[in-house]
């Protein structure tokens, strides 16, 4: 099937069988028919040449059939027969390029090309041409050189092993043809020796591990076997973005290969890496294909920004905690897009129980869901992301101890013995261990006892129990504890937990210990049947929810009558009034519990002394009064003398004009004389009165 284009000297044949040989001449070409005639043969097959035939060149006889090469043309191996579409070329820009042929470290060999230009009805022939030296099958030119071609269809590679036909020691020549509607076209040759043309593997995604620190990422594997000195390059590329190559540059190191890559803070990237041999004072080898992806987070995922509200506690021992706002999306590259790629960044809750350290597990990570219900603990919870470098930032917060009371009065019995201190509490159906935790008010959580405790057997009324001895956590006196009692179902898990109450306990007895006995009760009169008692708070008030109230007693000494009046926790003032005056009295103030009665205070007497204060009162009335009247029956007395002593010296006088006394003679003129006046102004005359004519003018 060689023809003088090959670079193959002689004749050729167009047939389906026709053979490139002979170098005898065309008298044998002539006689090869004849002697076939001769052979013996089946109607219209080639009859089997024996192997002394092919030193005279035979060939096939065109139209015969499947012929003699029909056993070579196999799929298994490359095909000596003509290519069955006529040989030219159609000389367009575009077909078969790049054609790339090498031996595989693996097994066997491979040849790769592209094809520019419509795929569709192309089919794919691989060619190869080798010189006389190299062993042929099945038969042995003396010609310069055997033809063969592989059938590639659609596919642009072709795997073939050195039991294939070709000659994988000796220099070959290779070229690819491809035909597509009655045109052929093909790429340029490439002449090499395929046993010496290595392509390494490239790494395997699955075994390259990955760190990053200070803004590069280091990508590292283990070097395939037999597959040393190679030199590596990487490409990347982020979101949207086109590739950029990078050279990893040649590995030297025995047994592991690296690349150190940049690594991008705010955006995952998508890595390919991939291999060639290098050899001393020859060309590089052909690259080996990418790898599959790595995928690599940003340095900085972004960090996530919820805030969370938390409800009060509900009567079944839960309180709901729920999340708000979105998770940040991060997005990847478009080989990163699958499941478990390595670029993405997760985020999880993780929720840590501070409350009752006893228990066996106190942290758990779930999938965030909204809301959570947890008891009334004390709990950190933190929204952490996780990708392939580890932890990232997270966000925390802090869920305080429901402090305040959850209990009904009196669920919660504690006596002191000399034996220890026993608690009694409602039991909890379904509950699988108890967790009880006391600490003294206002201290810090490592003074916080705990105790974990399996359910028993609840006693007739249905209450659970648990004692401990002195030495054990026992409490001290006088001081107010804060004591929450946890029941689970499932302990293992820290969310599992419920409030069976929370409350505050004043320890020691509260009658003999002197806490229930106010001090410094002091009395003052506000009016003359009342009076106001005061009192210093009692020690219980400062224990959320003991001190039940105070209780004011007052009694009257004389008729042995006494009186309570309740009080408010939260006053230390109460008003008595409806007393009696000049009446004795003694005023008491005690501090109860819902439980326990606290001890009277020392009795303060008293008393309103209302009848020295009237007559001190009235006394001070009279002396004013008396005054007053004193004063004014003076002024009296000294009118009404001045009055009569001033009648005696100064008598009235007659009337000027009732009386002569006053006349004037006429002789007397104009003269006016002076008559002092001592009674009254009216009866004096002033020298302006006159007379005229002889009589005389009176001023009346």
Known sequence: ???????????????????????????????????????????????????????????????????????????????????????????????PRDLNC?????????????????TAGVSHFLRCWTPNSAPMLPSRSLKS?????????????????????????????????????????KSPKITLKLHSAVKYDPPSASDITVSGSAGQVLLKWETPARQDGAEVQFRHRTPGSLWKLGNCGHQEDAGFESCLCPLRTDAAQEFQLRRRRLRPGAPGDPWSSWSSPVC???????????????????????????????????ELPEGCLGSNSGGEVTYRARLHMLSCTCKTKSTMTFQLRKPLNLAGAAY?????????????????????????????????????????????????????????????????????????????????????????????GAMEQKVCYHI?????????????????????????????????????????????????VDWTPSPLSTCPGVLKEYVVRYQDEEENLTSELPVKPTETQVTLGGLRAGTAYTVQVRADTATL???????????????????????????????????????????????????????????PCASTVVEFPSSQGKQVDWVPCLTSPNSCIYPWASSLSGKTVQHC
């Open 296 to 330: 690599v987070p940003p340095e900085h995922p972004p960090k996530p920004t919820l805030r969370f509200s938390v409800e009060a506690l509900r009567p079944h021992g839960r309180r709901q905690v729920t999340l708000h706002g979105q998770l940040p999306q991060l």
């Open 484 to 532: 929450m009692i946890f029941a689970s179902p499932r302990p293992e898990k820290p969310i599992s937990w419920s409030t069976v109450l929370s409350t505050y306990h004043f320890g020691g007895n509260v009658a003999a210990s002197g806490a229930g006995r106010p001090q410094h009760v002091l009395v003052k009169k506000l009016s003359q049947d009342s009076v106001s």
């Open 380 to 472: 950190d919870l933190a929204v952490v992301s996780q990708n392939r470098f580890g932890p990232g930032p997270n966000q925390t917060w802090h869920i305080p101890a429901q402090t305040h009371t959850h209990t009904e009065p009196g669920a919660l019995n504690i006596t002191v013995g000399a034996n220890g201190t026993t608690m009694h509490w409602p039991a909890q159906a379904g509950a699988k261990a108890y967790c009880i935790e006391w600490q003294p008010q206002g201290q810090d959580r490592n003074l916080t006892n705990c105790a974990l405790t399996p359910p028993q057997d609840p006693d007739p009324t249905g209450m659970a129990t648990y004692s401990w001895s002195r030495g054990s």
């Open 597 to 655: 009665q606290g001890a009277w205070s020392q009795p303060q007497p008293f008393s309103i002394e209302v009848q020295v204060s009237r007559l001190f009162d009235l006394s001070i009335l009279l002396v004013s009064l008396g005054s007053f009247a004193s004063i004014l029956l003076l002024g009296v007395i000294g009118y009404l003398s001045l009055n009569r002593a001033a009648r005696h010296l100064c008598p009235p006088l007659p009337t």
């Open 145 to 185: 050189g055997h033809c063969c071609y592989f059938a590639a269809g659609s596919a642009t590679s072709l795997w073939f092993s050195d039991q294939d036909g070709i000659a994988v020691f000796q220099p070959v020549t290779l070229w690819v043809e491809s035909r597509a509607e009655n045109r052929t076209q």
């Open 1 to 95: 099937m060689f023809r003088g284009e090959d670079g193959v000297a002689g004749g050729s044949s167009s047939g389906p069988a026709g053979l490139c040989v002979g170098s005898m001449g065309q008298a044998w070409a002539r006689l090869v028919p004849l002697l076939l005639l001769l052979l013996p043969g089946r109607g219209g097959e080639c009859p089997t040449l024996t192997p002394w035939l092919f030193l005279l060149g035979a060939k096939c006889v065109e139209g015969c059939g499947p012929g003699i090469w029909a056993e070579a043309c196999s799929t298994s191996g490359c095909c000596f027969q003509d290519l069955p579409y006529p040989d030219a070329d159609s000389g367009s820009a575009s077909g």
């Open 102 to 118: 090498y031996r595989i470290v693996s097994a066997g060999y491979e040849c790769s090309w592209k094809y520019e230009g419509p």
